[in-house]
Protein backbone atom coordinates (compact mmCIF):
# COMPACT_ATOMS: atom_id res chain seq x y z
CA UNK A 1 0.00 0.00 0.00
CA UNK A 2 1.19 3.73 -0.72
CA UNK A 3 1.22 6.48 1.08
CA UNK A 4 0.72 8.97 -2.12
CA UNK A 5 -2.11 11.39 -2.53
CA UNK A 6 -4.32 12.99 -5.43
CA UNK A 7 -6.31 15.38 -6.01
CA UNK A 8 -9.26 15.26 -7.54
CA UNK A 9 -11.29 18.34 -8.46
CA UNK A 10 -14.93 17.71 -8.46
CA UNK A 11 -17.79 20.02 -10.18
CA UNK A 12 -20.22 20.20 -7.39
CA UNK A 13 -23.91 21.46 -8.14
CA UNK A 14 -26.95 21.13 -5.21
CA UNK A 15 -29.74 23.04 -6.98
CA UNK A 16 -31.02 23.31 -3.86
CA UNK A 17 -28.84 25.50 -2.28
CA UNK A 18 -26.23 26.68 -5.05
CA UNK A 19 -26.95 29.20 -7.52
CA UNK A 20 -24.06 28.07 -9.64
CA UNK A 21 -21.79 25.02 -10.30
CA UNK A 22 -18.47 25.31 -8.65
CA UNK A 23 -15.29 23.07 -7.82
CA UNK A 24 -14.66 21.08 -4.62
CA UNK A 25 -10.79 19.45 -4.00
CA UNK A 26 -10.46 16.60 -2.43
CA UNK A 27 -6.95 14.16 -1.69
CA UNK A 28 -7.53 10.76 -1.21
CA UNK A 29 -5.50 7.66 -1.51
CA UNK A 30 -3.77 6.89 -4.97
CA UNK A 31 -3.82 3.52 -5.92
CA UNK A 32 -2.20 2.64 -9.31
CA UNK A 33 -5.11 0.24 -10.04
CA UNK A 34 -7.81 2.46 -9.78
CA UNK A 35 -10.16 4.52 -11.86
CA UNK A 36 -11.71 7.72 -11.90
CA UNK A 37 -14.76 5.60 -10.62
CA UNK A 38 -13.31 3.85 -7.64
CA UNK A 39 -11.78 7.47 -6.92
CA UNK A 40 -15.71 8.86 -6.62
CA UNK A 41 -16.26 5.66 -5.34
CA UNK A 42 -13.94 6.47 -2.62
CA UNK A 43 -15.10 10.12 -1.84
CA UNK A 44 -18.44 8.98 -1.64
CA UNK A 45 -17.44 6.07 0.76
CA UNK A 46 -15.45 8.09 3.27
CA UNK A 47 -15.25 11.54 2.20
CA UNK A 48 -18.04 13.14 1.39
CA UNK A 49 -21.31 11.20 1.13
CA UNK A 50 -23.69 13.86 -1.00
CA UNK A 51 -21.31 14.12 -3.76
CA UNK A 52 -24.13 12.85 -6.48
CA UNK A 53 -22.59 10.63 -9.86
CA UNK A 54 -23.79 8.10 -12.08
CA UNK A 55 -22.12 4.47 -12.93
CA UNK A 56 -23.88 1.03 -13.71
CA UNK A 57 -21.72 -1.72 -15.39
CA UNK A 58 -17.88 -1.03 -14.12
CA UNK A 59 -16.97 -2.45 -17.97
CA UNK A 60 -16.51 1.07 -20.19
CA UNK A 61 -19.96 -0.72 -21.90
CA UNK A 62 -22.68 1.35 -20.72
CA UNK A 63 -22.05 4.74 -20.92
CA UNK A 64 -23.39 5.26 -17.52
CA UNK A 65 -20.46 7.25 -15.93
CA UNK A 66 -19.09 9.90 -18.54
CA UNK A 67 -18.10 13.05 -17.50
CA UNK A 68 -15.48 15.47 -18.51
CA UNK A 69 -11.92 13.91 -17.11
CA UNK A 70 -9.72 17.22 -17.58
CA UNK A 71 -11.51 18.60 -20.59
CA UNK A 72 -12.36 15.46 -22.07
CA UNK A 73 -15.01 13.03 -22.46
CA UNK A 74 -14.72 9.93 -20.86
CA UNK A 75 -15.94 6.91 -19.01
CA UNK A 76 -14.75 7.24 -15.39
CA UNK A 77 -14.85 3.30 -15.33
CA UNK A 78 -12.42 3.12 -17.69
CA UNK A 79 -10.16 5.78 -17.13
CA UNK A 80 -7.03 5.39 -15.03
CA UNK A 81 -5.55 7.63 -12.09
CA UNK A 82 -2.12 6.55 -13.56
CA UNK A 83 -3.06 8.76 -17.06
CA UNK A 84 -2.98 11.83 -14.66
CA UNK A 85 -0.87 11.02 -11.44
CA UNK A 86 0.91 12.97 -10.16
CA UNK A 87 -1.09 15.98 -11.16
CA UNK A 88 -5.15 17.31 -9.99
CA UNK A 89 -7.59 15.61 -11.47
CA UNK A 90 -10.71 17.56 -12.62
CA UNK A 91 -14.19 15.99 -12.97
CA UNK A 92 -16.86 17.78 -14.67
CA UNK A 93 -20.24 16.87 -16.13
CA UNK A 94 -20.57 16.30 -20.00
CA UNK A 95 -20.37 19.23 -21.97
CA UNK A 96 -23.61 20.05 -24.00
CA UNK A 97 -26.61 19.07 -21.13
CA UNK A 98 -28.23 20.63 -18.34
CA UNK A 99 -27.04 19.63 -14.95
CA UNK A 100 -29.26 17.97 -12.86
CA UNK A 101 -26.99 17.73 -9.81
CA UNK A 102 -23.39 17.21 -9.44
CA UNK A 103 -21.87 15.11 -12.21
CA UNK A 104 -25.56 14.03 -13.28
CA UNK A 105 -27.08 15.22 -16.36
CA UNK A 106 -30.22 15.51 -18.21
CA UNK A 107 -30.54 12.90 -20.03
CA UNK A 108 -33.94 13.25 -21.22
CA UNK A 109 -33.68 15.20 -24.81
CA UNK A 110 -30.48 13.14 -25.85
CA UNK A 111 -33.03 9.84 -24.79
CA UNK A 112 -35.81 11.37 -26.93
CA UNK A 113 -33.54 11.86 -29.93
CA UNK A 114 -32.63 8.03 -29.57
CA UNK A 115 -36.19 6.80 -29.64
CA UNK A 116 -36.88 8.99 -32.47
CA UNK A 117 -33.95 7.69 -35.12
CA UNK A 118 -34.92 4.08 -33.73
CA UNK A 119 -31.18 3.10 -33.55
CA UNK A 120 -32.25 -0.33 -33.77
CA UNK A 121 -33.58 -3.22 -36.44
CA UNK A 122 -37.13 -3.99 -36.89
CA UNK A 123 -38.19 -7.02 -38.51
CA UNK A 124 -40.88 -6.88 -41.44
CA UNK A 125 -42.03 -10.20 -40.62
CA UNK A 126 -42.67 -12.54 -37.29
CA UNK A 127 -39.33 -14.68 -36.24
CA UNK A 128 -40.39 -18.28 -38.03
Not at 39 to 62: E, F, H, P, Q
Not at 92 to 102: C, I, K
Request: one cysteine or more; proline letters at 7%; glycine letters at 4%.
Amino acid sequence: MTDNTITLSVARYRPEQDSEPHFQDYEIPYREDWVVLDALNYIKDYVDDSVTYRWSCRMGVCGSCGTMVNGEPKLTCATFLREYYPNPVRVEPLNNFGVVRDLVVDLDDFMAKLTAVKPYIVRDDEKP
